[in-house]
């Protein structure tokens, strides 16, 4: 049976304490961060899909970098303050190794809403579907998924998946609502 790829993780649906994914690697893609950092960790067929993503983003000619992957649960806890950019842990994404936050250097490598103007960030936002990626928090949803805008927070769902997701501009909230949601999970 295959990873359950859409599932949904936030503060309703959070993450047990000590989840950690199943073959979480680092697969040398382009990140701001030294070798051996946890953050450099991605599950295995979303770091796959995040080379096709950015190999394919720099024969445009682009600079997409990676900032943020994994995170553990401990190192949610060391980081949440209280900010609504930061998840409390259990509830953020990052622990489930599906999701990837992105930067490049015309931010100087920043989570700043001023990515999404960058080539980069355009980029992004129009091709991610193509390999299976969402903006997972995208601009006047806060109050669908309880978190601002984040133009550099992707999240693999499948190619499937995020095309549908793509093409009504619903979130993965939204589609978890829907009474009859469309079963992506036997498509590859």
Known sequence: MDKDYTILINRKHPLPEDFIPEHLVDIGLPFDAVPGEPKRLLEEKTARSALELITRSRSEGLNLYCISGYR????????????????????????????????????????????????????????????????????????????????????????SLASYLSLTGLTLEEYHMLENPVDFSNLK
């Open 72 to 159: 553990s649960y401990r190192r949610q806890k060391e980081l949440f303050t209280g900010d609504s950019y930061v998840a409390p842990p259990g509830s953020s994404e990052h622990q489930s190794g599906l999701a990837l936050d992105m930067s490049c250097p015309a931010v100087q490598m920043e989570l700043t809403e001023a990515f999404a103007e960058t080539k980069e960030g355009i980029w992004l936002n129009r091709h991610a579907a193509l390999f299976g990626f969402i903006i997972r928090y995208p601009k006047n949803k806060e109050h669908i998924t309880g978190i601002p805008w984040e133009p550099w927070h992707i999240r693999y769902v499948t190619r």
